[in-house]
Structures are given as structure tokens and as C-alpha cells.
T-cell receptor, first 113, second 112 residues
């Protein structure tokens, strides 16, 4: 089954404790992206990757890091999480960067205390 | 600067009637537009899209209309069904860029 898998689905942690949210897709997609969803703000793009070793900032990259060492994986790293990063996060992938629709994971709800 | 706006946070319609969801954008570089549907506790799923070279695209009960001069697009659902109740996101892209810009979403409720 074609899917984008995020882990963990839920996490409660404390300020300053590094965390990584993993994202993996099994569709051989070139393009992957991270979004955060906040009430009243819709989906905002954090980072995206157009292929292995190619990443770029989205609209809200501050406080986040990503890496794309393999085509299937695109982890989101919060080096020193803060309460304003409490949010619902979605990973997505598409075949290419052009006009292919994105496939989304089911989301990761992060609470930073 | 919000480049994609969905000005109606919510919409309620009766089953069988038409649902019209609206989206406005400001960046004239956008040349591709997509609609996604999102149920609670799930990720968004792709619904329908339209290129800026077209003004209409239809897929079953779903039709998207694009008015480039007004920088406005709309999603029509006819007839609406209770299973269509979800949050609908409008998204815009510039083909040569990697970014996607989403609106805030509109919560559609279809009443039986």
C-alpha cells in the first residue's frame, strides 16, 4: 500500500530536549515536504526537498532542521524545542516537484511543555 | 502576508444541494492550484486541481473554477453528501518552485 508514514503520532516533551519526527514514503517520490498546522493558520510549509541531498526552506523554517540522505526518508529535527513549536505536523511527498499532488501522512501532534 | 486566503472558515449546506468553497490568491506567479480534503485525525488527501491555462476542471461531483483576472478559484460540489463533511484546503504553486502555499481551510458540514 502506497503511504507516507510518520512517527511518532503523538509526543509530549519538554523545552530544550532534542527530538526527531521521522517520515518515510514507499512510493519512490522525489519531492518531500514538512508542514505544520495551527488553528486559524492553515498548513504552513517548514522545509521541502526536491531530491536526495537537496533541501530548501519553506515559509516557517526557524527552529527546525531536515535532512534527506535517502530518497524514502525525510526526518524533521527540533534541536531545542520551544512551546511555540507545539503543533500538528504533516509530512508529504509527491512524484516530482512540479504539479503532482502531494500524499500526506496522518500527522504528528507535538506538545512542548 | 497571506498569499492564499479562504475567507469562510465554515460552510453548512443541506444534503443534495450545492457546496461552493472559495479561495483567493495574491501572487500572480502561481500557475497551479489544488484542493485537498481533510478528515479529523487524518492527513489531507488530494481532491482536484487546475492549471492556470484552464478555467474549469471537472471530476465527478467536483468542479473547480479559476478566474485568473480576479485571482479567485472556487470548488463546487454537486450534489453534496454527508460524507463530504471535512476541512477543505486550497493550495497554490508556482511550477518552477518547490514551495506550496495553503489557505487556512474551510470546514464544510453537509446536513442529512
Amino acid at each position: 500500500e502506497a503511504q507516507v508514514t510518520q512517527n511518532p503520532r503523538y509526543l509530549i516533551t519538554v523545552t530544550g530536549k532534542k527530538l526527531t519526527v521521522t517520515c518515510s514514503q514507499n512510493m519512490n517520490h522525489e519531492y518531500m515536504s514538512w508542514y505544520r498546522q495551527d488553528p486559524g493558520l492553515g498548513l504552513r510549509q517548514i522545509y521541502y526537498s526536491m531530491n536526495v541531498e537537496v533541501t530548501d526552506k519553506g515559509d516557517v523554517p526557524e527552529g527546525y532542521k531536515v535532512s534527506r540522505k535517502e530518497k524514502r526518508n525525510f526526518p524533521l529535527i527540533l534541536e531545542s524545542p520551544s512551546p511555540n513549536q507545539t503543533s500538528l505536523y504533516f509530512c508529504a511527498s509527491s512524484l516530482r516537484r512540479d504539479n503532482q499532488p502531494q500524499h500526506f501522512g496522518d500527522g504528528t501532534r507535538l506538545s512542548i511543555l | 502576508d497571506q498569499q492564499v486566503k479562504q475567507n469562510s472558515p465554515s460552510l453548512s449546506v443541506q444534503e443534495g444541494r450545492i457546496s461552493i468553497l472559495n479561495c483567493d490568491y495574491t501572487n500572480s506567479m502561481f500557475d497551479y492550484f489544488l484542493w485537498y480534503k481533510k478528515y479529523p485525525a487524518e492527513g489531507p488527501t488530494f481532491l482536484i486541481s487546475i492549471s492556470s491555462i484552464k478555467d474549469k476542471n471537472e471530476d465527478g461531483r467536483f468542479t473547480v473554477f479559476l478566474n485568473k483576472s480576479a485571482k479567485h478559484l472556487s470548488l463546487h460540489i454537486v450534489p453534496s453528501q454527508p460524507g463530504d463533511s471535512a476541512v477543505y484546503f486550497c493550495a497554490a504553486k508556482w511550477t518552477n518552485a518547490g514551495k506550496s502555499t495553503f489557505g487556512d481551510g474551510t470546514t464544510l458540514t453537509v446536513k442529512p
